[in-house]
């Protein structure tokens, strides 16, 4: 089955700073793949994703991400965090079998921002 | 705002209750999703409901059950509930079947089982 790791709990990065965050995946076939955002007390937004081509893929808020089939990564960067990118952040993975097809997540990655 | 709107916000219970929690997709879609996230085990899926029928099923319980609507709500069954039910219920919706179309976030349902 497909899966997603995330292997940063929890990251501090000062204001103005270049943030990288990290997701690998497990999919045998080329992968569809995701980044969500999700503020305190708010439902998930999707940032980007990625089905095929340009390996390197705009998002909105200034994010983008990186497919890197060799190392079975997508992490998401952002040259310069502001205060309000303080949230949690959710790599996924589009999974189908038998029983269907659905999103799996990653358990997600917290974002502190530092003044 | 995503436009998908859950209630109730708050459900506090006690153990082997059932409680019901709805959603409302955004205007026009016909995908409903439920997703389950806690602590532990991070954001499940549960299940998936395109034009009310059921279309892709994932980590859902047998004590829970979901429907969709003719209108397109849906409400998420939770039955015989346990400590462990505890988390914030998520429901998402999108225009088409294919999970690939951007999903709309509703802000959750958080359930504390007492």
């Known amino acids: 089955a497909q899966s997603v790791t995330q292997p940063d709990i929890h990251i501090t990065v000062s204001e103005g700073a270049s943030l990288e965050l990290r997701c690998n995946y497990s999919?045998?076939?080329?992968?569809?793949l995701f980044w969500y955002v999700q503020s305190p007390g708010q439902g998930l937004q999707l940032l980007l994703k990625?089905?095929?081509?340009?390996?390197l893929v705009q998002g909105i808020k200034g994010f983008e991400a990186e497919f890197k089939r060799s190392q079975s990564s997508f992490n998401l960067r952002k040259p310069s965090v502001h205060w309000s990118d303080a949230a949690e952040y959710f790599c996924?993975?589009?999974?189908?079998?038998?029983?269907?097809?659905?999103?799996?997540f990653g358990k997600g990655t917290t974002l502190s921002v530092s003044s | 705002d995503s436009g998908v709107t859950q209630t109730p916000k708050h459900l506090i219970t006690a153990t082997g209750q059932r409680v019901t929690l709805r959603c409302s997709p955004r205007?026009?879609?016909?995908?409903v999703y439920w997703y389950q996230q806690s602590l532990d085990q991070g954001l499940q899926f549960l299940i998936q409901?395109?034009?009310?029928?059921?279309?892709a099923k994932g980590n859902i319980l047998e004590r829970f059950s979901a429907q969709q609507f003719p209108d397109l709500h849906s409400e998420l069954n939770l039955s015989s509930l346990e400590l462990g039910d505890s988390a914030l219920y998520f429901c998402?919706?999108?225009?088409?079947?294919?999970?690939?179309?951007?999903?709309?976030f509703g802000s959750g349902t958080q359930l504390s089982v007492l």
């Open positions: 998402a919706s999108s225009a088409g079947a294919d999970w690939f179309e951007k999903l709309f």
């Open positions: 999919y045998g076939a080329t992968p569809y």
């Open positions: 990625y089905f095929s081509g340009d390996t």
């Open positions: 996924a993975v589009g999974q189908a079998n038998q029983a269907g097809t659905a999103l799996i």
């Open positions: 205007s026009g879609d016909l995908s």
């Open positions: 409901y395109y034009n009310g029928e059921e279309r």
